[in-house]
């Protein structure tokens, strides 16, 4: 799984509304209405996690949660990261 | 729900082993098998934090939770607090 080239890191993030790329990690805050919606996103993605075998950095501050993804083993953002964020996307609409 | 005094607050955490104060919160992380363990974790607390109206911050890093524990309305460390540190405590064990 090949670090990809900050050009078509762009070309992905630009697909993905609300993410942003901080500190070499893809990062996004969702919203929700309470802490129960929240957890019920946070178990979503966890399932989503599983299966892709790759595991965001899940923060929860009552209803918000916070992803944060990058493959550790390559070193920076690979498709993997972007593939998830777009699951995790299409779960909060 | 009055905030504890320095050394009502350290009686207590002396309870609470793997348990510290920082920043002025009650913090521990706790480590498990797997990201699915650590998940189920969550849920549990998740459930206790919902009865007792009273949520922590909850960060999962794969197999480890860290649970931060304040009661903001009280600007500071209250006995809700550390009631919901010893309800988790007894989860994990």
Redesign the interface.
């Known amino acids: 799984m090949p670090v990809l080239s900050p050009r078509a890191a762009q070309t992905r993030l630009a697909q993905l509304p609300g993410w942003k790329i901080v500190s070499g990690e893809l990062v996004r805050t969702f919203e929700f209405k309470d ?2 919606a929240a ?1 019920a996103f ?2 979503r993605v ?1 399932e989503l ?2 299966q892709a075998g790759h ?1 965001p ?6 209803n918000r949660v916070r992803l944060a993804l990058v493959t550790h083993s390559a070193g920076g953002l690979t498709a993997k990261d972007f593939d998830l964020a777009a699951q995790a996307q299409n779960l909060a609409l």
């Not at 950095?57 to 009552?62: H, L």
């Open positions: 802490f129960v957890l946070v178990n966890a996690a599983e595991h950095d899940i923060d929860i501050r009552y």
